[in-house]
């Protein structure tokens, strides 16, 4: 079995994911991957290869997925939302920096509602 094959779920998922400037080459029985794209596909590539390698120990592997800044996602709030379980999707957010980048949108972080659109910093 190839790297590539080894790796295939993980390389399918940077592809569709339109990882930018996505490279992909195998030297020396080692798979290089590298690009850039936002933290949230970034933590995604990260878990898929936890999947595949457990224990990180194949050494067959080298990431170098840089997160470019400014990018954002956007989020439609659902019945039940608040800002603090919206956070807990995104690794690393919080509540604070969802208000920050919508207070053109939210004028009181403890009032959202359902079919609102919500900028989420990546």
Known sequence: MSLQEKYDRLIAYA???EVADLSIVEKEDVLYISGHTS??????????YDEIDPDM????LVLDIE??????????VKPGDSLSKIAKKYPGMT??????????VI???NLIYPGQELRIPL
């Open 95 to 104: 509540w604070q920096k969802i208000y920050e980048v919508n207070q053109d």
């Open 39 to 48: 933290a949230l596909i970034k933590d995604e590539i990260w878990r898929l």
């Open 67 to 76: 997160v470019l800044p400014g990018l954002e996602e956007t989020y439609e």
């Open 15 to 17: 592809q569709e994911s």
């Open 57 to 60: 120990r194949a050494g067959d």
């Open 107 to 109: 004028k009181d972080p």
